[in-house]
């Protein structure tokens, strides 16, 4: 699915906020979201699971914020994190939990809203509906996991979907919560993915998903931060020569991760783990990296798996080895470039 921009008479969906007090920054992504959603005015939103991190928190809390965009309808469908939310636990009277499966029919679109259940699968919920018999095509809204064969490996517990449910329950597209990265693994299925990052390792834009007329796209949203996190490996050579490719990876980070920002956040914060070995020190290496990372949020720095070389005989191997390689024009083959020189640097080094 593409980004594009707002189109009227939208659904929005969202998932996976995890609202609890110990971490406010949420509830502060969480009610930007919200100024943003009513601002395009959406016909609705639906929230596709764990909009509280455990059942038993901040019901209040969210209970107020929702009742605030009293002319948007909220459907909330209770995810593996809060299985136990029910409409017991709201007042305003713009939320609605999904509390059974349901058929949902909003603003020309046609839909089927699907509760997360501890044991059974997402199929299975389907079947008691009896859409089998259904002939009108309809978006499911759940939250699990998504599998081609039936079978999720160690992930089996999350109420899973698949490809065959997909297709004997008439179903056009299948959005879902729970996976917290938004992509697409298949071309009827959307994962909405965390609209706002949870924490610094959900890293790249977020977005939500709308629905006009059956057709879901995908938006991205300004959380106002946007985490990366880099890579770089460490050869030993002249203190001048570490520096520049030093530089010229982070260069490359900061390329890519521009070109991701899709956004327009303006707090970029940036992970980086560093490893391999130098002449020249941690500190050395820790200090190009902050002054090639100027204008990003540094949160951390790894340095753990960088070690110092001090073997001359093993240098030289590494940089012969470097240069046989460089005019093979690997680039991104498979494997790469840079996972040869990586396998290398092992072999000599014995990391």
């Known amino acids: 699915m593409s980004y594009i921009s707002y189109n009227s008479m939208c659904i929005a969906i969202i998932a996976d906020t995890h609202i609890c007090s110990s971490h406010p920054e949420r509830t502060e992504g969480f009610e930007r979201l919200l100024s943003t959603l009513d601002e395009k005015e959406y016909s609705a ?10 059942s038993e928190s901040s019901y209040g809390k969210v209970d107020t ?3 605030r965009y009293g002319n948007m309808p909220f459907y909330i469908i209770p995810g593996n994190h809060d299985i136990g939310i029910s409409n017991n636990h709201f007042s305003a009277r713009n939320v609605t939990v999904i ?23 997402m199929g299975g919920a389907l079947a008691d509906l009896g859409l089998q018999e259904d ?18 490996g160690n992930d089996a517990r999350y109420f899973p979907v698949t490809f065959n449910d997909i297709a004997r329950y008439n179903i056009s597209h299948a959005i879902l919560g729970h996976i917290h990265v938004p992509h697409d693994p298949h071309e009827s299925v959307s994962y909405v993915g965390s ?12 977005t939500y998903i709308s629905i006009r007329n059956n057709r879901p796209e995908r938006h991205s949203v300004d959380t106002g931060r946007i985490f990366f996190s880099g890579h770089i490996t460490c050869f030993p050579g002249e203190r001048h020569a570490e520096a520049q490719r030093i530089a010229d990876i982070c260069a490359s980070l900061v390329e890519n991760w521009r070109k991701k920002n899709v956004s327009g956040s303006e707090n970029v ?7 391999g070995y130098t002449n020249h020190g941690k500190d050395f290496i820790t200090d190009i990296i902050e002054h090639c990372m100027e204008g990003f949020t540094i949160d951390k720095i790894d340095t753990e798996s960088l070690s110092i070389s001090g073997n001359e005989e093993y240098d030289e191997f590494l940089q012969d080895a470097i ?4 005019p093979l024009g690997l680039g991104n083959a498979d494997p790469t470039e840079q996972e040869v020189q990586e396998e290398i640097l092992d072999i000599i080094y014995g990391v």
């Open 45 to 54: 939103t639906i929230i596709a699971g764990d909009l509280l991190d455990t």
């Open 65 to 67: 914020m929702l009742g």
């Open 99 to 121: 509390e059974q499966p349901q058929k949902l029919d909003i603003g020309g679109s046609n839909l089927v809203c699907v509760p997360y259940r501890k044991s059974g699968t």
């Open 135 to 152: 002939t009108v095509k309809r978006i499911l809204v759940g939250h699990g996991d998504w599998s081609v064969n039936g079978y999720c």
């Open 195 to 206: 609209p706002f990052p949870l924490d610094p390792t959900e890293t790249g834009p977020r």
């Open 269 to 275: 914060i940036v992970r980086i783990n560093a490893r």
């Open 323 to 326: 240069e046989r390689i460089s």
